[in-house]
């Protein structure tokens, strides 16, 4: 093919992709997976937290709650609720009773229209206000089975990987009611051995778990692998994210929340025993104790681990050899009041290794990282929560006395304005093995800052996002050898009206890095830019364009036209998508987000210059048989082989098959 012909192709791709939405009169009713599309950003994307966060919600809609059921734990488990509508939600059905149909959360003033749809993918409403017999009287089996075929070959196939190419996982989960869940994952990467190796016993990662709840003062039980999470997160979090963008719809709220870790993700759950006890009227008290192998890498000495790794892959034998030699015993809980809209809690977690955590503190960056055998951490977290405000905070120390803070303060002024402002401190002498809460520099140590939102909703059909945020870095960090400070900031506009709706959003990024012999710092600006048009009936159609520029010791761009087109008829879903992108480098790259089988989070980075297509079938063979299939295609216009290492495909295009069977019985 000649260039001529080459670039009247990409041009007539482009163009088919900004047109198409005109010819389609269609669009998808707004699920909850666009509200997930619409909160994350760059650096979300990919993070095991938000990875357990998708998962969860899938869960939550797979077996949605009964409102009238529901506890104030269930409701904090919904990432976009603040705690004036989790508090408001719980004052009206204690109030006046349990709720006779949805159209009752009209009544909730701090409910906007969004959160109202959202909700009704997560809960349900029993005949009559009570339990609904469909949902609780009976036992649940549910069974599934996912993998992936991949049609082409990696260097690492060849020589290096122990297993074979096909990624796969097995999951089943019994439910009665509310009350019990009890399953078992089994979860295998590709090029990990499978019933061979160190992995005679099958999968290379299990999770197995039982939980009840509600048993008199009993509030929650959970044995085998659980996450929990207690105030905003600076001692221990592993239960869901707080990005930017959710920070400012959940308006900062604090969560404490126990529950069974029954995803097939391999970093940051803990395994034991676990419960929730109610004391009195408004005062719980939770206790934990895990004992679990880790991943680390070991320092020469053969004894001492110089990094605990969480990535999960065991394909390699240097990965294999990392596979469970640090051993990790942690325990603590929580004391937590809670009344006429105050709380506060105490929280303590101890950990202790059966190897010193001895990182390389030679370099200036890594000075303060966390080491030793034993780990100690105890916060405070208070608030109180009106209708028209809410305080919110936590303190905390570590066994060496040093300090992190975070507090918040927001406002709900009438049914238009929200606003928020978030402060926090962290010590550079701070550290937390399971430490999770806001900031900007991925970490809760070496940061203070000041996170400013405003949300604006003049009609239904109108809202306005923005915040800024500034953070402060007195210590070195990678890549920046003194102090540095960022700045960020957003501005994202929806527009909805019957079947249509527009989105529009910007984002600046400002940060510092070293120039090249480290004698002083240079500013990276990072602009990133998004604009979706989508029409809706029966068919759905939605254009998007995502865009990036990058300027630090070079002036970088990136661009992406997607188009995503879906339709359901009874039993039968058919969603595509087609996207051509073309960037300068890596730091310019470009995401999109794709529907993918349940419980699978498909975010695809993307640089250079090509064409992205995928199409997904999902058919409901009666009430109890899904099957799902998806087909992705990627293929490159700028290189000749895809990825690097044992990762190293030998073509321009890279095709995958995800097959996913679940049955309900």
Request: aromatic share 14%.
């Amino acid at each position: 093919m000649s260039n001529l012909d080459l670039v009247s192709m990409k041009a007539r791709i482009v163009l088919a992709l900004m047109v198409m939405t005109l010819n389609v009169q269609a669009q998808s009713e707004r699920a909850w997976t666009q509200y997930f599309n619409e909160v994350m950003t760059v650096e979300d994307v990919g993070t095991a937290q938000w990875e357990e966060t998708y998962e969860l919600l899938c869960e939550l809609e797979q077996h949605p709650m009964d409102i009238n059921q529901a506890t104030r734990e269930q409701l904090e488990q919904l990432p976009f609720l603040s705690a004036q509508q989790v508090e408001e939600i719980v004052e009206y059905l204690y109030r006046y009773g349990p709720m006779k149909s949805l159209a009752e959360l009209q009544m909730l003033r701090s409910l906007d229209n969004e959160r109202r749809r959202l909700l009704t993918y997560f809960i349900y409403i029993g005949e009559s206000g009570t339990v609904d017999s469909r949902q609780h009287n009976y036992a649940h089996h549910e069974l599934m089975a996912t993998g992936r075929i991949p049609f082409y070959e990696r260097k690492g196939g060849v020589d290096g990987y122990q297993g074979y190419p096909y990624r796969h996982w097995l999951k089943y989960q019994f439910t009665y009611g509310d009350q019990v869940k009890a399953g078992l994952v089994g979860s295998q990467d590709a090029g990990e051995p499978f019933f061979s190796g160190k992995n005679r016993l099958g999968y290379d990662y299990y999770s197995v778990w039982l939980q009840l709840k509600q048993l008199g003062r009993l509030e929650s039980l959970v044995l085998g692998k659980y996450r929990v999470s207690m105030g905003m997160g600076l001692i221990i979090n592993n239960s869901f994210s707080l990005g930017k963008v959710s920070m400012l719809q959940n308006m900062g709220r604090p969560t404490s929340t126990l529950r069974a870790h029954s995803s097939r993700s391999s970093d940051g759950y803990l395994q034991g025993a676990a419960a929730t006890v109610r004391i009195a009227r408004g005062l719980t008290a939770t206790g934990f104790i895990s004992y679990r192998a880790m991943d680390a890498t070991l320092n020469k000495d053969g004894v001492t681990v110089s990094s605990i790794i969480t990535s999960g892959y065991h394909r390699t034998e240097t990965e294999l050899e990392k596979k469970n030699n640090l051993k990790n015993t942690t325990f603590g809980g929580n004391v937590r009041y809670q009344t006429n809209g105050y709380h506060a809690g105490l929280n303590v977690v101890g950990t202790h290794l059966n190897r010193e955590l001895k990182p390389n503190t030679s370099v200036l960056y890594r000075q303060h990282y966390a080491q030793g055998y034993d780990f100690l951490n105890v916060s405070v977290d208070y608030g109180y929560v009106h209708h028209r405000f809410s305080v919110n905070g936590e303190t905390a120390l570590n066994r060496d006395g040093a300090l992190a803070t975070i507090n918040s303060l927001s406002l709900q002024l009438g049914s238009e304005w929200s606003l928020m402002a978030l402060y926090r401190f962290y010590s550079y002498r701070y550290t937390s093995l399971y430490a999770n809460s806001y900031c900007d520099g991925g970490s809760v140590q070496n940061e203070s800052g000041i996170y400013l939102g405003a949300t604006w909703q003049p009609t239904p059909s109108w809202k306005l996002m923005a915040y800024i945020d500034y953070a402060y870095f007195p210590w070195a960090k990678y890549q920046i050898s003194q102090s540095s400070h960022s700045w960020d900031q957003l501005l994202q506009v929806s527009y909805s009206k019957k079947h249509w709706s527009f989105g529009g959003r910007y984002r600046l990024h400002i940060r510092q890095k070293d120039n090249d012999d480290k004698t002083a710092l240079i500013t990276r600006m990072e602009h990133r830019g998004r604009v979706s048009a989508e029409y809706s009936r029966v068919w759905s159609s939605k254009t998007q364009v995502d865009f990036g520029f990058t300027s630090f010791k070079e002036h970088e761009k990136g661009l992406m036209v997607s188009e995503t087109l879906g339709f359901t008829h009874r039993w039968l879903r058919l969603n595509g998508g087609m996207g051509y992108f073309h960037t300068d480098s890596y730091d310019s790259r470009v995401y999109l987000y794709e529907l993918g089988p349940l419980y699978s989070y498909s975010v695809t980075q993307f640089s250079g210059e090509g064409i992205r297509y995928w199409l997904i079938a999902r058919a409901n063979i009666g009430s109890r048989l899904m099957l799902t299939a998806k087909l992705g295609i990627t293929n490159y216009f700028d290189r000749s082989t895809i990825g690097s290492s044992y990762q190293q495909i030998n073509r321009s295009s890279q095709t995958d098959l995800d097959l996913q069977v679940r049955w309900k019985f």
